[in-house]
């Protein structure tokens, strides 16, 4: 656990700097450092041409916990911000809310250094270009980088513009693709491609085989689709391993609902504890389809105790939320605002502080019985099961070993831990909050409309459906102004044009909330969507969607986001829209488009498909002819509509890519499936349309 001292953000010793005008929480966390921090703006470039003076590019995100170690270390330390003004033009990046700045320069430190995170701290000669990258420093080494730098630029700019074009040359090969084949994968390629990733997975404790380790939702789609499509009894026992590893770890918040960013070990023990909306959103939608699949209760409780905390934690209400998090209100009776980003990993200047316990301070929670079940429920130790004597609450045993340890019935197990749980959480609510990033990112939001569509037809719950439903309007009305998305709403304003990331992943949300309206609104705005991505993103010469708009500001490297992470490429989802509704709209272009951006990565995939993992599926979808339901009711009767608990007996046992589509156009209520690129006679019955579906849409 690391102690900071305290910010001096709200320091009236200081003047505030140009952050002071910035909407974004990240900035305005900067904004009375002594630093003369500056936003991003042509403005900026344009005086550090004039003064021919060096650019720091700093870039982070408000819930970062070594952005904060390195801002009480350096960017409010009075020495640091004297060298850094007289030497730099310094500029401050949130990364949620530039992405695009962000990516341009992770990738020169990582070829500096072989490495990257956040803090990203990018020194630039007045053109833009990197002379010098890396994460977090001391500061001591700070200062003497920043010194040293400016030296070398004074008297040797030459050797900094020579090895600044070096890298500009490398990071242009960097974004180069070489087009690949155009026909699809044989199916032994689709399953060598399981073989090959789990060579790198961890069969032990799940997730992938290092640290610190990131839950992947997607990967983990990925797998459950490989299943479905084999029957690998391997591929279901990792997917239940992980699911299962990670939710008992400390990386989940057993008191509060939630999931942290990572772990900082290969146990999905110790996180660093910040707690971000994407990566919720997408557990969600995991874990709620896990439950259907598998009827396991645990995955149902986990994905509702995530919806939870998004609700309670994130979501925003009339507009804006109050200091330290939002407003709380039971039954949310509020004006749709969206979800924030985030809760910090620090409060009152220390890691974790929030979430951890001494075990005196549990003795005093707790009655003596409930304290002897805690012990053995969450590994608590006299000394501390982490730092400084603190508790992370985990759950290293299963629920049966509990039992046996405690010498406890079920009858009395179940009762005594949600008293615990209640009472651990109402001592946590009288502590000092972490900070709330309260700003609505439309690509977030977009994931978060998936998860509650997911969890609305997984887990058959109409409450969760009402939320998505409300959710996609409220977002539509945002951030779809003057015929384009735009990616950041806060405190009633929302600003910044849309990248691809923004428009794949509202996409992707409308199609899931089609789904579970049969609304033909929302199927209509995803291809609107669509429509305006191929126009702004699409690059015929490099068959590829570049993350920035054509029209929108031009950094040294115009990027595409290829690679699948803990948010699939933005390519990988936008090619999966295309493929699910050229599908249901019979629109062979966006079909055969689908397919180009797929041959750009194919190559890659196969080699490394731990990162093409969004890409794989789509693979198999090509490969398979695809898998197209369309549950046909009788013209004009509404009450022969196909229920919401049909359509997930169906879609339980698909792959995620297959697509469904309602229509009132047959003369009864019946099923029509395509698969293995041939359409069958409609048949009336579930396992019927189930046999046809599966039996030609298989990799056995």
């Given amino acids: 656990m690391t102690q900071s001292p305290p910010s001096n953000h709200n320091s009236l010793q200081n003047e505030p700097n140009a952050l002071i005008h910035a909407s974004s929480p990240y900035l305005l966390q900067h904004a009375y450092n002594p630093v003369a921090w500056e936003e991003w703006s042509d403005l900026t470039w344009q005086r550090a041409k004039s ?29 640091t911000a004297e060298i850094m003004n007289h030497h730099l033009i310094s500029i401050k990046v949130d990364r949620e809310e530039r992405p695009d700045i962000d990516m341009v320069y992770m990738d020169a430190c990582q070829l500096m250094t072989g490495r990257g995170g956040w803090p990203l701290n990018a020194i630039c ?35 900094a513009h020579d090895y600044a074009g070096k890298i500009q040359q490398k990071l242009d090969a960097l974004n180069r693709w070489d087009s690949e084949s155009s026909d699809p994968l044989h199916r032994a390629q689709l399953l060598e491609q399981f073989t090959t990733l789990a060579e790198n997975l961890d069969w032990v404790d799940g997730g ?55 772990s900082t070990d290969a146990q999905w023990f110790a996180p660093h504890f910040e707690k971000m909306l994407y990566d919720n959103a997408q557990l969600i939608s995991l874990y709620a389809r896990a439950f259907a699949w598998s009827d396991a209760p645990l995955y149902k409780q986990i994905a509702e105790e995530c919806i939870h905390f998004c609700e309670e934690e994130l979501g925003l209400k009339g507009g804006h939320a109050v200091e330290g998090g939002p407003e709380r209100s039971e039954g949310h009776n509020h004006t ?16 974790g502080k929030f979430y951890v316990f001494t075990r005196e301070e549990l003795l005093t929670i707790l009655s003596e019985e409930e304290f002897a079940l805690a012990e053995i429920q969450f590994n608590i130790q006299k000394d501390g099961n982490w730092e400084h004597g603190y508790n992370i609450l985990h759950q290293p045993l299963a629920p049966l070993q509990v039992l046996e340890k405690s010498g406890l019935t079920a009858a009395e197990y179940h009762p005594r831990l949600l008293s615990i749980k209640q009472k651990i959480k109402r001592y946590q609510d009288s502590r000092i909050r972490p900070s709330f990033d309260d700003k609505a990112i439309c690509s977030w939001n977009a994931l978060y409309l998936k998860a509650l569509a997911d969890a609305a037809l997984f887990l058959q719950n109409t409450n969760y459906g009402e939320k998505a439903t409300a959710l996609a309007d409220w977002m539509w009305s945002t951030f779809w102004q003057n015929n384009e998305l735009l990616r950041i709403h806060r405190n009633g304003i929302t600003k910044i044009s849309g990248f691809l990331e923004d428009y794949a992943c509202f996409c992707e949300g409308l199609l899931s909330a089609y789904t579970i309206t049969k609304n033909q609104d929302y199927l209509t705005k995803a291809g609107i969507l669509i429509q305006k991505s191929i126009e702004l993103f699409y690059n015929s010469q490099t068959q590829q969607l570049a993350f920035t708009p054509d029209n929108g500001e031009a950094l040294i490297v115009r990027k595409s986001d290829l690679n699948d992470d803990v948010i699939a490429s933005p390519n990988s989802v936008l090619a999966h829209c295309l493929f699910q509704v050229g599908t249901m709209t019979s629109n062979l272009e966006y079909i055969e488009l689908s397919k180009t951006l797929l041959n750009q990565v194919t190559k890659s995939m ?5 990162w093409y993992f969004n890409w794989s599926k789509l693979a198999q979808a090509i490969t398979l002819g695809g898998c197209h339901i369309k549950l046909e009711n009788k013209a004009n009767n509404p009450k022969g509509e196909w229920t919401s608990a049909e359509t997930l007996e169906i879609v339980k046992h698909l792959p995620s890519w297959a697509t469904i589509e309602f229509k009132n156009e047959a003369q009864k209520k019946q099923i029509e499936v395509c698969a293995n690129q041939t359409c069958f006679a409609p048949v009336e019955h579930i396992q019927q349309a189930l046999e046809i579906a599966l039996d030609n849409c298989s990799l056995q």
């Fill in 336 to 351: 749709h605002a969206g979800y924030g980003s985030a809760l910090d990993a620090d409060s009152e200047g220390m890691e």
């Fill in 606 to 610: 196969i080699q490394n498909p731990g």
């Fill in 51 to 79: 003064e021919n003076k060096l650019v720091l590019v700093s870039i982070g995100y408000s819930t970062c916990h070594w952005c904060h170690v390195m801002e009480h270390e350096s960017f409010e330390d009075f020495e």
């Fill in 208 to 262: 992938p085989n290092r640290a610190p380790k990131f839950p992947l939702p997607g990967q983990y789609e990925y797998i459950l689709d490989y299943h479905l499509l084999t029957d690998d009894e391997s591929a279901k026992d990792f997917l239940h391993l992980s699911l299962i590893k990670m939710s008992n770890g400390g990386i989940y918040d057993t008191i509060r609902g939630g999931f942290c960013r990572y």
């Fill in 125 to 159: 000669l007045p053109n833009g270009q990197p002379i010098y990258a890396g994460t977090y420093f001391p500061k001591a080494q700070w200062q003497q980088i920043i010194e040293q730098l400016a030296k070398v630029y004074r008297e040797e700019p030459d050797k």
